[in-house]
């Protein structure tokens, strides 16, 4: 038996390194966890930094870190080789121009090192949860156990050398120079990047804050709501079958829900019903199945798609783009009764009046709480949204008010909730099917058997046992797996486990790894698999005897046994071509046409490579990278250079003929940076220098992708080319492109050709990429159109990343593009990736959606898979899944390290499953399932009309509700719209991917946007879809401690919220907003800008100035905070209100109407009510 733990001894890059403190990373998704020491590496470092010790001893001892129970686990590992089991890399380097230190002060960090199972807490294998865990108001209970501590471990190194590079070298078609070194070129300004756009047309008008927006909350100067209503007016709520006429609150059995008092009208307010005629009360109680509701039940295939002509009707439309930014203002007279018909806006559909909008109430600022005396506790009615009856509302109010926005179930609130809620304890992972905290909430967690949400995250813990309670549910079942996720540094990184010469032991049916669910059975010697029932028998090497209970001795000393994530060792077995692979390479591509010299960007790029090659990922306290680099530059040709060691100036060869893509040279293209370190210098000090006369504006693309795959193929090793390029590939090459774009596709059958490649030459290019383990990463910086569909999908299918810098200016938008490329140079990454996700029988992963290739139905291959990727799996039943055996996902993923180590990361995750539809409800997660339904739309919208994907989104949804309430929610009134509390923010979410810029595009929006939105939505973990759907929003003056270190409280997205005395920040991961109110005290801006007043605040900056006060501090601490929170650096956009810009931010206040037709959060709740009524009908 021999468990190969080492201690983490320091970084990956052996020190600290000072100049990278500017990017840290406190905080995991959500806000800082007080108390928690903040690494100053954090996130971006992966795990290193929780690992450093003090001193050796600590950390040195493997058996202080894994196994428990005092036991001494054998050593067989060198500690003079160390290597982190997790592919490392270090923080990106300063945003500033000052290259970064190759070293620093130690770091000392006093983690102790724990046992995860020193509390006996554990039992043989994973115990079935006994109740069903969910998230509740109340605080969840968890398993006894200290607070993770970090723990040393160690891992095994395998000693690669670099690989001897051929030395041949070609001659034909180039021409070899020594470069010389002309004169430098100034950047030229450009126009703004994605997000703010030049074409932002101007927009005036005044600014409604508070209390003038929307919806007019109700006042006690407009009188008690009345207690009956007219029976003559046509917009009174039609009664259904089912729905109580009489002032009685209709029955609800909605576990702690308390309808409210019938008098007041209290709480939220009704919806409006699907018909228009008023009928009469009839048959109260509740309703039946099989009833129908009178009236036409008209399918709503056309929600949002076409602005609806105006309409008389109160509340707010989203119709057409209005001038000024504002709804309507509310009408002032309701309806006159015998009006009958009208068009609803938002839904696009003639529809009845609607009725009983009876909005806000007075006192009733909390969603579904009673105002009567003793308020109820917090959340008491989650489940629900009465609707109050006829005779409750006063008549007046119902046209004017609609629903109070207060009265709908907040993100805010929920989130606040499970922050408050779940965020003080770890989450230990040894109880199966238990629903994490929300991805916004800060938590720890201690791996106890299943893997951490961090890696895993399901929509739902508790599966229906059969496929027909699925479909009727039709809430789809899927996982969003981040293999590498980086863990924060007081979490245990997965060990590295090595099975030996015959590899990690397996299931010899369904070849599943062993983990804790397999069992094993006659005294040890064979096992069962927990996936497939298969028994095998256990080779002697890693035979052990059981205890009493059945369990090994051995469990606490192997991660397999005892824990949900770990990594094995892989053998020869497991390589391409039987042969343990070379460390990668990285090609640095420059696109050196006219539009990149001129901007300053090559000159930019060179600089910076200068001290960024310097950090390139290592593993463990490996003195240097054994990443390899080379450097090619090109326009309608290609340059390679030589930058052997032994040169005195790099050599560059030029290749011409780009129709049949070849290296011109191997021994001198690829090398250790140390060695050609000064050629390097002097390359990247010549190139600015050797094209800044260039008047070549044309390029080519695909042959620059081919020239690296082909480089990587010479070396035979896997790698990543970084590709800075700026324009549309016209120039005569393969894989040439012509402008296509034509926004007037939209809303048309044909839009999808928008997000389609225009040549299938890419996708054969990307299956050429894969094969060789060539990841390629794009940095695009167009002035224009240059097809982003159609260049991104090698990058897509190769597990990259896109990066865009529309209109690259070099004042504004260095900072954001310099800390993206350092950031991307020196993040964990694993190459030549497969992943497959086995289940226990009874379901089977169908789907994936996300960065990858597959050549077969069952295996995620990537090029490289870096630790910000995601994929997301989705399973359907093939067959009856058991209460009592619960169901099982296995993904094993198999990738070669940053320096050329092949290793098998395994997560395992146990589920329980459900007879009864109300245990399935009871354990979703809408985060979750909103990354999943925006992947499957965003796919959706390259083979079906935007339009059709949208109506399929709403029915899925209105399904996925329907069934709730049919099955699930206690008997009601049908006026009532009854969510289950943990999906009670689906519509609000749902709304959000609705309105994103893919589904329904704001005018301003390029082609290009979206394709690259489209794109990179996909590889999105659930923190990031949650942020970019539903910005987050926070307001500076008000709420802001300066003397705290936490983060003010967000508010709703509405401009209703918004104060003209405020400021605001408003990061959807992408972007960060600071909103400046018109009345914004002078003291305040003259803090935060350092002028005078609010006129002289400019749009144009990028950074906030550095000013000493504390105000200022605090603003820039948080956005710092939320940068380092971010896979991407966001783009800092100052909004001043009434400003031009204004437009773009409200496009961000996702709860209110969008100006490109979305509908307002309320108008959506409504709507969908409507659709759950029509289905229950
Ligand atoms: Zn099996």
């Not at 383990?773 to 190769?798: E, I, K, R």
């Not at 994929?871 to 009592?884: A, G, M, Y």
């Not at 109407?1153 to 659709?1171: I, P, Q, R, T, W």
Request: charged content about 15%; glycine content about 8%; overall charge neutral.
């Amino acid at each position: 038996m021999s468990v190969n733990q080492q201690a983490h001894t320091g970084p990956p890059y052996g020190q600290p390194q000072p100049g990278y403190h500017g990017y840290q990373q406190p905080a995991y998704g959500g806000q800082p966890l007080p108390g928690v020491p903040q690494s100053q590496y954090g996130v971006y470092n992966g795990p290193m930094p929780g690992y450093q010790q003090p001193g050796p001893p600590q950390g040195y001892f493997p058996s202080l870190g894994f196994p428990a129970k005092g036991s001494p686990v054998s050593l067989n590992s060198d500690t003079s080789t160390l290597a982190p089991n997790f592919i490392g890399s270090l923080r990106a380097p300063p945003t500033s121009g000052a290259p970064p230190p190759a070293s620093g002060a130690s770091l000392t960090s006093g983690h102790v090192a724990y046992s995860p199972f020193g509390h006996g807490d554990v039992q043989n294998g994973i115990p079935a949860s006994a109740a069903p865990m969910q998230r509740t108001p109340a605080s969840q209970p968890f398993l006894p156990g200290s607070a993770p501590t970090p723990v040393s471990q160690t891992s095994t190194l395998q000693q690669y050398g670099p690989p001897p590079a051929s030395v041949q070298q070609l001659s034909n078609h180039m021409a070899g120079m020594t470069i010389g070194s002309p004169a430098a070129s100034a950047p030229p300004p450009a126009g703004l990047g994605y997000g703010p756009s030049t074409s932002v047309p101007p927009v005036s008008g005044s600014f409604s804050a508070t209390g003038s927006g929307l919806y007019t909350p109700y006042t006690a100067s407009q009188g008690p709501p009345p207690t009956s209503v007219s029976q003559g007016l046509p917009l009174a709520q039609p009664p259904f079958p089912g729905q109580p006429v009489s002032t009685q609150r209709p029955p609800t059995q909605v576990p702690g829900f308390a309808p409210p008092p019938s008098s007041t009208g209290v709480g939220p307010s009704s919806y409006p019903p699907t018909t228009g005629a008023p009928r009469p009360p009839t048959m109260p109680g509740p309703p039946l199945p099989g009833q129908t509701v009178a009236g036409p039940p008209m399918p709503q295939p056309n929600h949002v798609s076409s602005p609806p002509p105006p309409s008389t009707m109160s509340g707010p439309h989203p119709g057409p783009p209005m001038s000024g930014l504002h709804g309507p203002p509310p009408p002032t007279h309701p309806p006159q009764p015998g009006y009958q018909m009208q068009q609803n806006g938002s839904f696009g559909q003639v529809r009845g009046p609607q009725p009983n909008y009876g909005g806000a109430y007075p006192g009733t600022p909390n969603y579904g709480s009673p105002p009567g005396p003793p308020p109820p506790p917090k959340r008491l009615d989650p489940d629900s949204i009465p609707s109050p009856q006829l005779n409750e509302l006063p008549p007046q109010q119902k046209p004017r008010h609609r629903i109070d926005p207060d009265a709908i179930p907040s993100p805010i609130q929920v989130i606040e909730d499970d922050r408050s809620n779940r965020g003080s304890e770890p989450f230990v992972t040894g109880v199966r099917g238990q629903v994490p905290p929300l991805v916004t909430t800060n938590f720890l967690v201690k791996d106890q058997g299943n893997a951490s949400p961090r890696y895993i995250r399901c929509t739902s813990y508790n599966i229906p046992c059969t496929s027909d309670m699925a479909k009727q549910s039709q809430v789809p079942l899927a996982a969003v797996i981040k293999p590498l996720a980086t863990l924060p540094p007081e979490e245990t990184l997965p060990y590295l486990v090595d099975h030996g010469e015959s590899g990690p032991v397996r299931c010899n049916r369904c070849k599943a790894y062993m983990c804790p669910f397999m069992q094993f059975i006659e005294g040890g010697r064979r096992f069962q698999c927990c996936f497939c029932s298969c028994v095998t028998e256990v080779p002697p090497h890693y035979f052990q005897h059981l205890d009493h209970t059945g369990k090994r001795v051995d469990f606490y000393d192997r991660p397999e046994l005892s824990l949900g994530s770990y990594e094995f060792l892989a053998t020869v077995d497991y390589c391409k071509n039987n042969k343990f692979p070379s460390p990668p390479a990285f090609i640095f591509m420059i696109d050196v046409s006219y539009n990149a010299v001129k901007s300053g960007l090559v000159r930019l790029i060179c600089e910076e490579l200068k001290s960024l090659l310097n950090y390139l990922p290592r593993e463990g306290n490996m003195e240097e990278s054994a990443i390899r680099v080379g450097f090619v530059t090109y326009n309608k040709v290609l340059h390679f250079y030589n930058v052997k060691s032994s040169l005195a100036q790099p050599q560059m060869m030029v290749v011409s003929d780009v129709a049949d893509m070849f290296v011109p040279l191997l021994d001198g293209f690829l090398v250790n940076v140390n060695e050609s370190r000064t050629v390097i210098a002097s390359l990247l000090d010549q190139i600015p220098e050797m094209f800044a006369d260039t008047r070549e504006t044309e390029t080519v693309f695909a042959p620059v992708i081919q020239a690296g795959l082909e480089a990587l193929k010479a070396a035979e090793c896997a790698g990543k080319l970084f590709i800075f390029h700026t324009s549309l590939p016209i120039a005569e090459a393969p894989g040439k492109l012509k402008n296509r774009d034509d926004k007037k596709l939209i809303n048309t059958d044909k839009e999808k050709t928008l997000f389609q490649p225009q040549t299938s030459f890419y996708n054969n290019l990307a299956k050429d990429c894969v094969a060789q383990g060539c990841c390629v990463d794009l940095f695009l910086f167009p002035n224009q159109y240059l097809d982003v569909a159609t260049l991104g999908v090698v990058t897509y299918q190769t597990g990259g990343s896109i990066y865009k810098y529309a209109y690259f200016q070099l004042e504004t938008d260095q900072d954001r593009f310099l800390n993206d490329l350092r950031r991307d140079v020196q993040k964990e990454v694993g190459f030549d990736a497969v992943m497959r996700v086995r289940t226990s029988t009874g379901i089977r992963a169908t789907d994936f959606f996300g960065a990858f290739y597959m050549s077969n139905t069952t295996d995620v291959e990537m090029a490289g898979l870096d630790c910000d990727k995601t994929i997301t799996v989705e399973f359907k039943h093939d067959d009856k899944l058991s209460e009592d055996s619960g169901a099982l996902l296995q993904c094993a993923l198999l990738y070669t390290s940053c320096a050329g180590q092949r290793r098998l990361r395994i997560h395992n995750l146990s589920l329980n499953c459900c007879t009864q539809l109300a245990d399935l409800y009871r354990n979703c997660e809408t985060d979750t399932l909103i990354n999943y339904l925006a992947k499957y739309a965003y796919r959706g919208v390259l083979s079906s009309p935007v339009k059709t994907v949208r109506d399929a989104l709403i029915n899925q949804c209105a399904q996925i509700l329907a069934c709730y309430r049919k099955n699930c929610a206690s008997p009601s009134s049908a006026g009532q719209l009854i969510l289950p509390e943990c999906m009670k923010l689906l519509p609000v979410y749902l709304n959000c991917v609705l309105k994103s810029d893919v589904l329904q595009p704001a005018p301003e929006v390029t082609t290009d946007d979206r394709a690259y939105i489209r794109q990179l939505v996909t590889s999105m973990d659930v923190a990031e879809t949650n942020v970019f759907f539903y910005p987050r929003l926070l307001p500076l003056q008000t709420k802001a401690d300066v003397d705290s270190d936490s983060l003010p409280p967000a508010i709703r997205n509405s401009e209703e919220r918004l104060s003209k005395g405020d400021i605001y920040l408003l990061e959807n991961g992408l972007n960060i907003f600071v909103w400046v109110g018109v009345n914004v005290q002078q003291g305040l801006i003259q803090n935060l800008f350092g002028v005078s007043s609010f006129g002289q605040i400019s749009s144009a900056l990028s950074t906030l100035p550095v000013l000493e006060n504390p105000f200022s501090k605090k603003v820039r601490s948080i956005i710092n905070m939320l940068q380092m929170q971010r896979s991407r650096y966001m783009k800092l956009i100052i909004v001043k209100q009434e400003d031009k810009l204004e437009m773009l931010f409200k496009h961000f206040l996702v709860e209110d109407k969008s100006l490109s037709g979305g509908a307002s959060y309320v108008d959506f709740l409504c709507h969908m009510h409507k659709e759950i009524r029509q289905l229950l009908s």
